[in-house]
């Protein structure tokens, strides 16, 4: 009897984990309704949903997270480059302390907006599972790409995939 329990529970927790693993943000799925707190201004908010229309990667950082140090510059380049042709970036901050993210600015500067996330509201709806995480976002608010962690290839891999939906006028 005490084994069956064991094992009926052990199924449960497994159906639940794939219950939560199901509505992880995905390619194909839809932005989430989303709006969050601008880091440099607490009183207002940016609202994902306001981006429609537009090329949109939401992109997860931390300032203890060692890989943000070489995605934020490259994510600004593309930021910069593309912005004109409709791509925008919102940087999404899970650090709990602004003045940590504040520090982290000074070091690597950004153009594109920035929102708090120290209550981590926006990473569960999103189901952020590394850092840093990157949902590219096509013109009708759709997920097109997922990207966890960040290395030379994945920008490479960004950028074809940023120039793509750029070039898609749907």
């Known amino acids: 009897m005490h084994s069956r329990r064991s094992i009926i529970v052990g199924l449960a927790l497994a159906a639940a984990n794939a219950a939560c693993a199901a509505w ?26 306001s981006l429609r229309g537009n090329v949109v990667y939401v992109d997860f950082w931390a300032s203890w997270c060692v890989p943000c140090r070489q995605s934020m510059p490259q994510l600004d380049d593309l930021y910069r480059k593309y912005r004109d042709r409709g791509l925008r970036v919102v940087g999404v901050n899970k650090d709990v302390a602004p003045a940590d993210a504040q520090r982290f600015l000074k070091r690597v500067h950004v ?9 981590d509201a926006v990473a569960r709806a999103f ?16 997920v097109r ?12 891999e960004l950028r074809g995939e940023i120039e793509a939906l750029l070039g898609d006028k749907r």
């Open 24 to 49: 992880a943000v995905a390619p194909g799925a839809p932005l989430p309704p989303i709006a969050a707190a601008r880091l440099d201004d607490a009183s207002a908010r940016l609202s994902l949903q």
């Open 111 to 119: 153009t594109f907006p920035l929102v708090s996330d120290g209550d």
């Open 127 to 142: 189901d952020v599972q590394a850092m840093p995480s990157g949902y590219l976002v096509d013109r009708a608010g759709v």
């Open 145 to 156: 790409y997922v990207h966890r962690g960040f290395t030379a290839e994945t920008a490479a």
